[in-house]
């Protein structure tokens, strides 16, 4: 079925929308998408499986480590498996949209 990652979006929400694209038992793709949402003061990922992200659309800033991380539309990033990160903010002034791909870098 033909889809597309810009449609379906609501004017407004509250928490940021996840939309599973795709998935296997190793591999899930998934479309978030953010309208200024960040992390809650303090609260740091810390996924068992590795994450690949393109940003599509909007911008965000993440904190990767001790790195911060500035991401625009075309940009993307590798978060290792257990690499701590939090994302700062979204963009306030339109929607930011992300393709989130999470998998097992050694399946069993």
């Given at each position: 079925?033909?889809?597309?990652?810009?449609?379906?979006?609501?004017?407004?929400?509250?928490?940021?929308?996840?939309?599973?694209?795709?998935?296997?038992?190793?591999?899930?793709?998934?479309?978030?998408v953010s309208d200024g949402?960040?992390?809650?003061?303090?609260?740091?990922?810390?996924?068992?499986?590795?994450?690949?992200?393109?940003?599509?659309?909007?911008?965000?800033?993440?904190?990767?480590?001790?790195?911060?991380?500035?991401?625009?539309?075309?940009?993307?990033?590798?978060?290792?498996?257990?690499q701590r990160h939090r994302?700062?903010?979204?963009?306030?002034?339109?929607?930011t949209i992300w393709i989130?791909?999470?998998?097992?870098?050694?399946?069993?």
């Amino acid at each position: 079925m033909k889809r597309n990652v810009f449609s379906e979006i609501p004017a407004e929400f509250p928490e940021e929308i996840f939309t599973v694209l795709a998935e296997s038992e190793n591999v899930k793709i998934e479309r978030i998408v953010s309208d200024g949402q960040a992390s809650p003061e303090g609260f740091w990922y810390d996924q068992d499986r590795s994450e690949w992200v393109l940003l599509v659309a909007g911008s965000a800033v993440l904190t990767v480590g001790d790195e911060r991380v500035e991401l625009n539309p075309g940009d993307h990033l590798l978060i290792p498996a257990h690499q701590r990160h939090r994302i700062e903010s979204t963009s306030a002034t339109e929607k930011t949209i992300w393709i989130a791909v999470s998998y097992e870098n050694n399946p069993t």
